[in-house]
């Protein structure tokens, strides 16, 4: 999947790339020269234009010049024009009209079809990032949850960790009978950190708490807090907890908290980090 995604990740450069390219080929065959009336007039005598447009103050059309030992013709726009200007355009068998020239084509390539382009690309970017992806979906949690009867887990699924397990077991029962444990006055755990190398149980055993309790369970991994774009991951944050305030009494888990937490100043561009 990942291999899948890096070459995904490379066409749409290489695309990107060939669009530049391609804009900036037109750019340099449509562009449009701005001449001194002189130079019009000399490049005239001397046969290199080869069509004029006449418009009430300006004239537009296209001459030969010389690029690199070469001879390309490009579009030119002088401002100027002469009531005599049509006897020497007969002389120098020069193809006239009395209309400017419409741009509606360079409009098109140089700016609408960029445009559309990359349109397309964004919305095959959030095509692929499933079906909630979406411009106002980027601050929404991606949490799984998993309804009261989902879990299907219990405490005698989890062999082994048998101190964790009864340790466990009092956050259970605050979630059973809450009002029992507040009228002694005491309040329910705010969060349990489980800490152990991968592979452990872990999961499974918050798993269970919530199996145990029949509460609706909220699972994410801390990475997918971490976002390119500054203020995301504490919008899902807030989106997460929002709807676990909706679903309460029900459990949280969050798998690897250490990607959010980072030490500051570890950048190597010397920048800060949203994480941080």
């Known amino acids: 999947m990942e291999q899948k995604t890096?070459?995904?990740?490379?066409?749409?450069?290489?695309?990107?790339?060939?669009?530049?390219?391609?804009?900036?080929?037109?750019?340099?065959?449509?562009?449009?020269?701005?001449?001194?009336?002189?130079?019009?007039?000399?490049?005239?005598?001397?046969?290199?234009?080869?069509?004029?447009?006449?418009?009430?103050?300006?004239?537009?059309?296209?001459?030969?010049?010389?690029?690199?030992?070469?001879?390309?013709?490009?579009?030119?726009?002088?401002?100027?024009?002469?009531?005599?200007?049509?006897?020497?355009?007969?002389?120098?068998?020069?193809?006239?009209?009395?209309?400017?020239?419409?741009?509606?084509?360079?409009?098109?390539?140089?700016?609408?079809?960029?445009?559309?382009?990359?349109?397309?690309?964004?919305?095959?970017?959030?095509?692929?990032?499933?079906?909630?992806?979406?411009?106002?979906?980027?601050g929404r949690s991606k949490a799984k949850i998993y309804a009261e009867d989902e879990t299907g887990v219990s405490f005698e699924d989890v062999a082994g960790c048998d101190e964790a397990k009864e340790e466990l077991k009092e956050v259970v029962m605050f979630l059973k009978e809450p009002e029992r444990f507040i009228e002694l006055g005491a309040q329910i755990p705010k969060g349990v950190l489980l800490v152990g190398p991968p592979g452990t149980g872990k999961t499974l055993l918050a798993r269970a708490v919530a199996g145990e309790a029949k509460v609706p369970f909220f699972s994410i991994a801390g990475s997918e807090f971490v976002e390119m774009f500054v203020g995301v991951g504490a919008a899902r944050v807030r989106d997460l907890f929002t709807q676990a305030k909706q679903k309460a009494p029900c459990i949280v888990f969050i798998d690897e908290i250490d990607a959010i937490g980072k030490m500051r100043g570890s950048h190597p561009m010397g920048g800060e980090e949203e994480r941080e």
Not at 99 to 128: A, C, K, N
């Open 6 to 138: 890096k070459y995904s990740i490379w066409y749409v450069i290489i695309a990107i790339w060939g669009v530049l390219l391609m804009q900036q080929f037109i750019a340099e065959q449509l562009a449009i020269k701005v001449i001194p009336y002189s130079q019009f007039l000399r490049a005239l005598k001397e046969g290199k234009v080869t069509e004029v447009a006449i418009g009430k103050d300006i004239i537009q059309g296209r001459m030969k010049v010389d690029s690199h030992g070469e001879e390309k013709v490009i579009l030119f726009k002088t401002i100027r024009v002469e009531p005599a200007l049509s006897q020497q355009l007969e002389k120098y068998n020069v193809t006239f009209r009395g209309e400017m020239e419409s741009t509606l084509v360079r409009d098109l390539f140089s700016w609408i079809f960029p445009i559309l382009f990359f349109t397309g690309i964004w919305y095959l970017l959030i095509g692929r990032m499933g079906p909630r992806a979406g411009f106002m979906s980027f």
